[in-house]
T-cell receptor
């Protein structure tokens, strides 16, 4: 158990809809990042939040957005869902940033299917 | 978009043998490397990490070797067990890159009884 919890675990949405995924970071971890993992591929970095501010973004369009709350939990929002958004969405947390020597732990993910 | 990497490299080993999983990383500016194990339907599980100022690090039954000259990373698993069957990913992190990890393709490890 990593202490990183995500919800929901599975969900099905229709193309064009919007989805919100949630993540609670491990106790004491103030840095949260989100990844998208398509079937058979490695996780792809979406963005990172540090002290409630977006702090780094991967190659994802603006319809992927997020929030971090004062308790360091986080949300990932995806608007105008497309079929290719079907994937496992992973949340990862660490105590400060990896370059400071802090291990990054992942949650079990949220499986999103867009039909 | 087009999907790539649907057919993961596979390593099959006999139970009790040692396993070696290799990874070539892409960025010479990367200074932190992690190996993750991912079982079907689950999130990546941290196994071991290594910083660029080291070339070897050992954990329980696992050893990571780093060769910065050729940008190569390997994970050695001693006395492989059926529970080790999973997909293994190496990930790299650049200095100043926050928590942005770049993952390799992944290797499917199959342990045969």
């Amino acid at each position: 158990e990593t202490g990183v919890t995500q919800s929901p675990t599975h969900l099905i949405k229709t193309r064009g809809q919007q989805v919100t995924l949630r993540c609670s970071s491990q106790s004491g971890h103030n840095t949260v990042s989100w990844y998208q993992q398509a079937l058979g591929q490695g996780p792809q970095f979406i963005f990172q939040y540090y002290r409630e501010e977006e702090n780094g973004r991967g190659n994802f369009p603006p319809r992927f957005s997020g929030l971090q709350f004062p308790n360091y939990s986080s949300e990932l929002n995806v608007n105008a869902l497309e079929l290719d958004d079907s994937a496992l969405y992973l949340c990862a947390s660490s105590a400060n940033q990896a370059s400071s020597g802090n291990t990054i732990y992942f949650g079990e993910g949220s499986w999103l299917t867009v039909v | 978009g087009e999907s790539v990497g649907l057919h993961l490299p596979t390593l099959s080993v006999q139970e009790g043998d040692n396993s070696i999983i290799n990874c070539a990383y892409s960025n010479s500016a990367s200074d932190y490397f992690i190996w993750y194990k991912q079982e079907s339907g689950k999130g990546p599980q941290f196994i071991i990490d290594i910083r660029s100022n080291m070339d070897k690090r050992q954990g329980q039954r696992v050893t990571v070797l780093l060769n910065k000259t050729v940008k190569h990373l390997s994970l050695q698993i001693a006395a492989t067990q059926p529970g080790d069957s999973a997909v293994y990913f190496c990930a790299e992190n650049m200095s100043g890159g926050g928590n942005k990890l770049t993952f390799g393709t992944g290797t499917q490890l199959k342990v045969e009884l």
